[in-house]
C-alpha cells in the first residue's frame, strides 16, 4: 500500500469534497464488510457439509475481510478526515503508517488464502479417496499460519529504509504470481471436469450401470464460488496494482489529484472485503442456508 499522507497533498476545495466522499463511503462499507464476514463466520461454524481443512482457509479469508474493515477501513476514515480538519502531523503520519500496515498484511493474506483454495479445490479432484489422508486439517492450520506469518513479516519490513519502494514491487509479484497459479489450477479443473464430463456420458450409456457419485455437484459449486471470489478480487485490485506501479515509476505525480486517484482505487480494494460474502451466499449453497438460518434465529431473538 502507499502512503496517502503525503507532504505535496495540498486540499484545496474540491479535494475537500472528494476526501468527505471517501470517507462517508468507507465508513458504510467498514459496517457492512464487519457485519457481513461475521455473519460469514457464524455461517461457516454452522456447517458441517464441507471438509473442515477446506472451511479453515474460508474462515482465515472471512476473518482477514472483517479486520479489513474493523482496522483498515476505519484508519483510512481516520486519515481522510484528518486531511481536512488538520490534525497534527504526527497522529497523521502514525495513523497513515498503521493503516498502511494493516492493510498491507491483509490484503496479503486474501491473495495468499484465495490462491491456497484454488489449489486445494484441483488436489480435491486430482487425489479423489487419497485427497483426505493428504490434505489434513493439521497441514492446512500450518499453512494459514504459514501465510499470516509471511504477510506480517512482509508489513513490517516495508517500513525499513530501503523496503517501502520493494514492497511494493513484492505486492505485485505476488499477486500476479498468485493469479498465474489460479488461472493454472482452475484451467486444469476445468479439463478434469470436461473429461469427467465425458465418463458421465458414457456410463449412461452403458446398461447396469452402478449409481455415479453425487457430490460432484457441490464441487462445481465451490469451484465456481471460489472462481467468482477471485475473479472479484483481480477486478478490484488490478486498478490500485497499476496506479501503485505508475506511482513507483513517477508516471503520476504525487499532486491532490493523484492522491486522490489512488485513494479511489484503495477504496475499491476495500470493497472487496464487503463483496466476498455476498459471493459466499450466492455460489456456496451450505454457506448461504446457514447465513438464512442465523439471521432467522437473529429475527426470532428480537421478536422474544
Known sequence: MANISSAGDVVQPLHVGILVFLAALNVLL????????????????????IYPPTKLFFRSLA????????????????????????IGNNLLHYSDRLNTTTSYVLLMVSVLTSTAISVDRL????????????VTLKRVRKIVIGIWFISCVLGVWRHSSWGEEVSRVTFVVFLVLCLIISFLSYFKIYLLLRNYQVQ????????NRPAIPLDMARY????????????????????????????????IPESASGMAFLRFTITIVYLNSSLNPILYCWRIVEVKEAAKDTIRSLNCFKSN
Do not use: E
Open 30 to 49: 467498514s459496517i457492512s464488510s464487519t457485519l457481513a464476514n461475521t455473519l460469514i463466520l457464524v455461517a461457516l461454524h454452522k456447517v458441517s457439509s
Open 220 to 251: 462445481k459449486r465451490t469451484v465456481h464460488g471460489i472462481a467468482w471470489v477471485q475473479l472479484t478480487l483481480l477486478v478490484c485490485y488490478l486498478p490500485f496494482c497499476v496506479v501503485l506501479m505508475l506511482f513507483s515509476y513517477g508516471k
Open 200 to 207: 458421465v456420458q458414457n456410463h449412461f450409456q452403458q446398461p
Open 123 to 134: 488436489l480435491a479432484l486430482l487425489l479423489r479417496l487419497r485427497y483426505r489422508k493428504t
Open 63 to 86: 476473518i482477514s475481510d472483517l479486520c479489513v474493515g474493523l482496522t483498515s477501513q476505519l484508519l483510512f476514515c481516520v486519515t481522510l478526515t484528518g486531511r481536512i480538519s488538520n
